[in-house]
């Protein structure tokens, strides 16, 4: 848990994204990056994200090997009304909790339907754990759920945004990754030899190259990042440098949070 | 390997995510979506994805993990020439051989840049472990490679797909799975308990449930899986019917591959 994390160590998470639709390709994952980087803004880093099946084994083992691992987990899909959502019931096993009918979630619910229309199906939606803590939906009403570690959230995009939103003022991070990027308009094998010199001279600062092309010519986003704004000033300038010694043109862009 | 996978045993694959701008939420992976499908058209399934940091331990392990739980495994992204690429000596590290100068890699790049342009950044491209098999990049030549289980391709999407064209031939795969999409104009807790008993009629179908909300409405995709086309045509009737009986338009969508 990030209660136990020692000073200055990264504080660490994990995403599981369940469902067969994502690895067969019938759905683009739209999540993944979208929690990278609310994580990165709290100071929280995601180091390993999985994508894996709707089948209980490999969820539940899955569960139980991350969330010794890293000191968050999150998952998004599998909490539905259908036969195929079995998230609520690997994350009871995997805690070895009873799955019961949770009554706040209950309570929710029977609220947002209209009386009669809380069908068994939709009853499915206010499974927990016994003793999980709710995550609030403002957008369909029917919960995600925390325990321990783990955080359940939804795989619809837009109801899983809401619910992280509802989640993360109780996330306890770091000090958030920052980032400085140098366009460059010249393809990373030239500028390759003097980015590894400036690496060696900044171990504290991770920096990546991502190559790019636009009009079928080449081009590299350089990116520098790490904790100490000052220090990637300084490296920054080292940068622009050793561009503009390779006669290169650059520009420094907007970096999107958490990149 | 999938050559000592038993007849009828699905032949499965893993697929590693390899970079720290996809965990940052920086950049968006595309490529988790064709593999899944380009695969499944082999008749190969692919199982789990992990997407992983540029970090040396982490992707040796990860390796000798996945490559002996998997028939088939895929890397994408750090072969570069920048110091931030560092698959090749990871591949080479989890099987316990020599990295090298591969001869034929070398000779690749030779013969695509000027004399005197194949500097020691872009030679790095030409690293493999020994004994690999090269992998065609016919968009910027170069090469991926294989070892054993595993295909190491580059992570910008039109060059890994070209080199997806190059290995897909050497696969050897299972029977595809096929599948049957009907879109219905209903929640999806509507239709569950009726989606619940069809699944219980027919165990060799994995059917999904996947809502959308259009204009505000909400929808579902119900989704018939199965390698055997009679027994989908048998249960797309009767989920037809079970739709139609709750009086929901609905409509058989055209699928995607591998959907």
């Known amino acids: 848990m990030a209660e136990n994390v020692p000073a200055g160590a990264p504080v660490t998470a994990?995403?599981?994204?369940?469902?067969?639709?994502?690895?067969?390709?019938?759905?683009?994952?739209?999540?993944?990056a979208?929690?990278?980087q609310g994580l990165n803004d709290l100071g929280i880093r995601l180091m390993e994200?999985?994508?894996?099946?709707d089948i209980e084994a490999v969820?539940?083992?899955?569960?139980n090997d991350v969330r010794r691992r890293f000191d968050y987990v999150f998952t998004t899909?599998?909490?539905?009304p259908t036969h195929d959502d079995i998230t609520a019931d690997c994350v009871a096993k995997a805690f070895g909790l009873p799955l019961i009918v949770n009554p706040e979630a209950r309570a929710i619910l029977e609220a947002h339907y209209e009386p009669g229309q809380l069908t068994e199906a939709r009853l499915r939606m206010a499974r927990t754990p016994e003793g999980a803590t709710?995550?609030?939906?403002?957008?369909?009403?029917?919960?995600?759920?925390?325990?321990?570690?783990v955080f359940v959230m939804a795989?619809?995009?837009?109801i899983m945004q809401a619910m992280f939103a509802s989640l993360k003022h109780g996330l306890v991070g770091g000090q958030p990754l920052r980032s400085r990027t140098l366009r460059v308009e010249m393809g990373e094998s030239f500028v390759a030899d003097g980015l590894a010199r400036l690496q060696e001279r900044f171990p504290a600062i991770e920096i990546g190259s991502y190559p790019y092309t636009r009009n079928g010519a080449f081009g590299t986003r350089l990116v520098l990042r790490a904790t100490d704004e000052a220090l990637l000033d300084a490296a920054g300038v080292e940068l622009e440098s050793l561009v503009a010694d390779l006669g290169a043109a650059s520009a420094w862009e907007a970096t999107p949070a958490g990149g």
């Open 77 to 80: 899909g599998g909490i539905g």
């Open 49 to 53: 994200v999985r994508v894996i099946p």
């Open 155 to 158: 795989g619809i995009p837009n």
């Open 134 to 149: 709710l995550i609030e939906n403002p957008v369909s009403k029917a919960p995600g759920f925390q325990v321990g570690n």
């Open 34 to 36: 979208f929690i990278g």
């Open 14 to 32: 994990c995403l599981l994204i369940i469902g067969n639709e994502i690895l067969s390709g019938r759905t683009q994952d739209k999540n993944l």
């Open 59 to 63: 969820i539940v083992d899955t569960l």
